[in-house]
């Protein structure tokens, strides 16, 4: 049971997950490739989208894993 409980106390901060902005992200850069000509114009870049220090989940934090110590499991 190794890998049933977190050995850092660090964690993602402001949001519990970054699933809704991949999906927006996402839709973003599909709606984009389907609006060019792909035979006169390049496809957008790739890192063009889903920047990932703009989403909610933007960094992580240390915290005290005594006085939260349900963030220590994964």
């Given at each position: 049971?190794?890998?049933?409980?977190?050995h850092?106390?660090?964690?993602?901060?402001c949001?519990?997950?970054?699933?809704?902005?991949?999906?927006?992200?996402?839709?973003?850069?599909r709606?984009?490739?389907?609006?060019l000509?792909?035979?006169?114009a390049?496809p957008?870049?790739?890192?063009?989208?889903?920047?990932?220090?703009?989403?909610q989940?933007d960094?992580k934090?240390?915290?005290?894993?005594?006085?939260?110590?349900?963030?220590?499991?994964?």
């Amino acid at each position: 049971m190794s890998r049933s409980h977190r050995h850092t106390p660090v964690t993602g901060f402001c949001a519990d997950s970054d699933k809704a902005f991949k999906v927006a992200e996402h839709r973003r850069a599909r709606r984009a490739a389907h609006a060019l000509d792909l035979t006169e114009a390049e496809p957008p870049h790739r890192f063009a989208f889903g920047n990932p220090w703009a989403s909610q989940k933007d960094g992580k934090s240390r915290f005290d894993p005594g006085a939260f110590p349900k963030l220590m499991r994964k």
